[in-house]
């Protein structure tokens, strides 16, 4: 199966271990990701917190190089990304006239037809039958808690995936891994996300609160799927823990992380070994567990 | 893509409209919105009181709020609208207005880091983030703003030290100067 991939620019900075464990597993999936030649960044929330038009152009053009290639689906592994891209299309698809307005911005045609998909969609276009069938780890030692974040299933209206207040479709995958799921109420709550410089202060009290609730309800690792959120979570965890002092590390893992684990592959290959919070005496445990079976 | 007409003043109600395809006049003031909102302990006004500003014509009140720039842009308050407002979107618009209008902010370090953002896009066409730093410690004197983080994420490669620059970057400038708001 080959699939048009916008990577977005975290993952070859920020979120490095993203990008690596994404370009690992789906590899070892039989997927072949088609990068979308020279793309540039969706314009991100700076984009669109400054102006509608250069929110809008700054993806179209790369919903414009995609569609030259030859590319009929997208995958954009950052939900910030695949949340700026989708709600581009469909922003263009409403109105004919800002189509052409921007068409003119960015100096090219586009017939706006490419679908883009999350993380979830692909695997679940994979199929969980190829996952059990490459499962070499049982990751039962793992109590996660998936967090979705804002932007897998907001705008709803737009992104029709899943669903919008009670999603499953991330628990429902990473139980395939042999990891338990937790039940608990924050999955869907903000980070705070690109507060995370000018205002650390509130990144820092709304991080804890969906950290505090994950440890409440079990769970022993969190799972995310976004960049912006890792980096509140994993990276922003050190200054959690100097505000208030007594406060428990939770490692945080991509889910792309967490299914290379469950595929075979290593800490390194994967870039664990990125992380703020480490993960690496969970992990041991399992495969002790594991081989010694 | 006006909605002037003869006898009709151009309102700030008319440029949310033609930036967003929103009519805020729709909103009955349930609150679903601030209810939900994660960040409106932060903020100076309530979300859904900003959208009865504009209902009442009160323009400068709502484009001086800090809660136009608090807002996370989560999008919880467009998912549950009863009237399906997308107040997220609505915000964009006001602080597009705010911008254009050269309103001082209240949130400085907020637009400041989007200007920062914003200017390695304009260079390189990706986010580079030494740069991104930089500018923004440069722009808001906080030269001590996580030197505690900077070096792991240095060591560790996740804060590139050399801009990638893509082949079609004098198109990402021109985008730039035909759509940025200043």
């Known amino acids: ?293 | 893509m006006s909605h002037q007409t003869t006898n009709h003043t151009r309102t700030m109600t008319d440029d949310i409209k033609d930036i967003t395809s929103q009519n805020p006049d729709i909103c009955y003031q349930c609150g679903k919105c601030s209810a939900g909102c994660p960040v409106r302990n932060y903020m100076d006004e309530a979300p859904n009181l900003i959208v009865r500003y504009i209902q009442l014509g009160l323009y400068d009140k709502a484009v001086n709020s800090s809660t136009i720039w608090l807002c996370a842009g989560c999008l919880t308050c467009t998912t549950r609208c009863p009237k399906n407002f997308e107040l997220a979107a609505f915000m964009d618009a006001l602080r597009e207005i705010a911008l254009k209008k050269g309103i001082k902010i209240k949130e400085k370090a907020i637009l400041k880091f989007h200007k920062a953002f914003l200017k390695q896009i304009k260079n390189h066409g990706r986010s580079y983030e030494l740069g991104l730093i930089r500018d923004y410690k440069l722009t808001t004197g906080d030269l001590m703003a996580d030197v505690d983080a900077a070096p792991d994420m240095l060591l560790k490669g996740k804060i590139g030290i050399f801009p990638h620059n893509i082949k079609g970057k004098e198109s990402i400038k021109r985008i730039f100067e035909k759509t940025e708001v200043k």
């Open chain 1, 1 to 293: 199966m080959q699939i048009g991939y916008y990577p977005g620019c975290s993952l070859s900075g920020t979120a490095k271990e993203y990008g690596k464990s994404v370009r690992a597993i789906f590899k070892q999936l039989d997927v072949e990701l088609a990068d979308v030649t020279d793309w540039s960044c969706c314009g991100a929330t700076s984009g669109h917190v400054t102006s509608h038009k250069l929110a809008m152009a700054l993806s179209a053009r790369n919903l414009a190089l995609a569609e030259k290639q030859g590319l009929k689906e997208i995958f954009a592994p950052c939900a910030a990304c695949f949340g700026r891209l989708a709600v581009t299309k469909q922003e263009l698809k409403n109105s004919p006239a800002l189509k052409e307005e921007i068409e003119g911005i960015i100096e090219d045609k586009l017939n706006n037809t490419i679908e883009i998909i999350n993380i979830i969609q692909l695997f679940q276009k994979i199929g969980k039958e190829k996952i059990a069938e490459k499962k070499v780890l049982d990751l039962k030692n793992l109590k996660a808690a998936c967090y979705y974040g804002c932007l897998l299933v907001r705008p709803f209206n737009i992104l029709h995936f899943d669903d919008a207040e009670q999603p499953t479709s991330f628990e429902e995958l990473v139980k395939s891994t042999g990891a338990e799921v937790v039940e608990w109420n924050y999955k869907l709550e903000c980070c705070g996300a690109a507060h995370s410089l000018p205002r650390k202060d509130i990144v820092v009290d709304l991080s804890k609160k969906i950290l505090d609730d994950a440890m409440k309800h079990g769970a022993n690792v969190l799972v995310v799927a976004c960049p912006m959120c890792h980096s509140n979570l994993d990276m922003r965890q050190k200054n959690i823990i100097k505000a208030n002092p007594g406060q428990k590390e939770i490692p945080v893992l991509y889910l792309s992380e967490l299914i290379g684990l469950c595929l075979g592959l290593d800490n390194k290959q994967l870039g664990i070994n990125l992380h703020t919070i480490d993960f690496n005496i969970r992990l041991k445990k399992n495969v002790e567990e594991e081989v010694a079976k």
